[in-house]
T-cell receptor, first 111, second 112 residues
Framework: DQQVKQNSPSLSVQEGRISILNCDYT??????FLWYKKYPAEGPTFLISISSIKDKNEDGRFTVFLNKSAKHLSLHIVPSQPGDSAVYFC??????????FGTGTRLTIIP | DAGVIQSPRHEVTEMGQEVTLRCKPI?????LFWYRQTMMRGLELLIY????????DSGMPEDRFSAKMPNASFSTLKIQPSEPRDSAVYFCASSLFAGLLFFGSGTRLTVV
């Protein structure tokens, strides 16, 4: 049972445009959500997070939006840069329990 | 801070052999996680420890898999006997709290 779903395995975006990565979850107990970024041959690294008491969190070019009623979150990257090409994992955690990851979306930024 | 250190980076072994993956977490972190990355399931949690005690091993696929954490600075994940379907990248991660994990560079395991 995949509690965190990333339905787009890949996404290509022109440099300078906005990249939007989507994530859906099923467990209503999740109260903290994170995005991790992974380059080839490296481990995932933390990118940005959001608590369930908020609906938006922004950090530079990265913004995460949370829609609790729809159990949906999204990561916006604007403007997209070639260095943003990576696999992005959505993750969620209920309280202080274990983190559950999605299957990832491979983002390719086209110069 | 050296980060989470995993060894080996690559492992190629024959089916039926024992494989041991090693992890050194970040000093001071009290939780350690073992993940497996596959195309089909993404990052799959195998087991995690808190203060060296296994808390949840429900993700360990079979009895062929075992993990230990004898002290705060070292953990192993062992597969015995290994099978071709175990081929994947195995990540170790450590943290102070559940959300913010710091990952190692992973061990790419190939079982032929």
């Amino acid at each position: 049972d995949q509690q965190v779903k990333q339905n787009s395995p890949s996404l290509s975006v022109q440099e300078g445009r906005i990249s939007i990565l989507n994530c859906d979850y099923t467990n209503s107990m999740f109260d903290y959500f994170l995005w991790y970024k992974k380059y080839p041959a490296e481990g995932p690294t933390f990118l940005i997070s959001i608590s369930s008491i908020k609906d938006k969190n922004e950090d530079g070019r990265f913004t995460v939006f949370l829609n609790k009623s729809a159990k949906h979150l999204s990561l916006h990257i604007v403007p997209s840069q070639p260095g943003d090409s990576a696999v992005y994992f959505c993750a969620a955690v209920p309280g202080n329990e274990k983190l559950t990851f999605g299957t990832g979306t491979r983002l390719t930024i086209i110069p | 801070d050296a980060g989470v250190i995993q060894s080996p980076r690559h492992e190629v072994t024959e089916m039926g052999q024992e494989v041991t993956l090693r992890c050194k977490p970040i000093s001071g972190h009290n939780s350690l996680f073992w993940y497996r990355q596959t195309m089909m399931r993404g990052l799959e949690l195998l087991i995690y420890f808190n203060n060296n005690v296994p808390i949840d091993d429900s993700g360990m696929p079979e009895d062929r898999f075992s993990a230990k954490m004898p002290n705060a600075s070292f953990s192993t994940l062992k597969i015995q006997p290994s099978e071709p379907r175990d081929s994947a990248v195995y990540f170790c991660a450590s943290s102070l709290f559940a959300g913010l994990l710091f990952f190692g560079s992973g061990t790419r395991l190939t079982v032929v």
